[in-house]
């Protein structure tokens, strides 16, 4: 009997033991399957974090459609002032199809302005040279931050290579005359260029 005893208490220790390490073993298993949550966009770089974004698909787009999508894949450091779909959707009738008419002429010009040499916090006032050549200008004195009088409506999106603040209206270079679009577009007390307007 009390061999019987000994056998069936080293037999229950066995279990328990190839219980615990098979838990172990598939605890271990379910954390290296994890993907570590990390800041969104620290390996991505500019291009690639608007392209997954979802709110700047026209914006991807008209890179695309300018063959400038390489120019926020380098090593920057960039800032993109990036119009929001919502704000694309806001243009005046069959001002996007004109644009997008003139890929490498109005529209590339027009995306150009919106990319910045070097990074820039939504959080003070600057004036800004782009990478089109004409100034931008950021004021954060009021309630919320604009540029060129477009609000910007989401701060510090993080990419590899530069920020990303996503604004709520087009900018246009103050060279740029596009009749459709300056029928509504609004100069900026600083002459830095136009904004289209977005607000109802």
């Known amino acids: 009997m ?21 838990c172990t073993s598939l605890r271990e298993d379910n954390v290296q399957n994890q993907t570590p949550a ?32 390489g ?19 806001r243009l005046p009738p069959g001002t996007l199809d004109e644009l997008f008419g003139d890929p490498k002429g109005n529209l590339a010009e027009i995306l150009l302005y919106h990319v910045a040499p070097g990074e820039y916090p939504a959080s003070e006032d600057a004036t800004i040279a782009t990478v089109q050549g004409s100034p931008i200008a950021l004021d954060a004195t009021g309630e919320s931050m604009t540029v060129n009088g477009a609000k910007v409506v989401r701060t510090g999106i993080p990419a590899a290579n530069g920020v990303i603040h996503a604004i709520d209206a087009v900018l246009l270079p103050p060279e740029i005359t596009l009749p459709v679009i300056n029928a509504t577009a609004t100069d900026t ?3 830095t260029g136009n904004t289209t307007n977005t607000t109802d």
């Open 38 to 69: 990390g800041t969104p966009g620290e390996n991505l770089t500019i291009d690639e974090v608007l392209a997954r974004d979802g709110n700047f698909s026209t914006f991807v787009r008209a890179l695309d459609a300018s063959r400038l999508e």
């Open 71 to 89: 120019l926020l894949t380098g090593s920057g450091p960039y800032t993109v002032f990036a119009p929001t779909d919502e704000a694309f959707s």
């Open 189 to 191: 007390p600083t002459g």
């Open 2 to 22: 009390r061999t019987t005893c000994t056998l069936l208490m080293v037999a229950l220790v066995l279990g328990a033991a190839v219980l615990v390490c098979g």
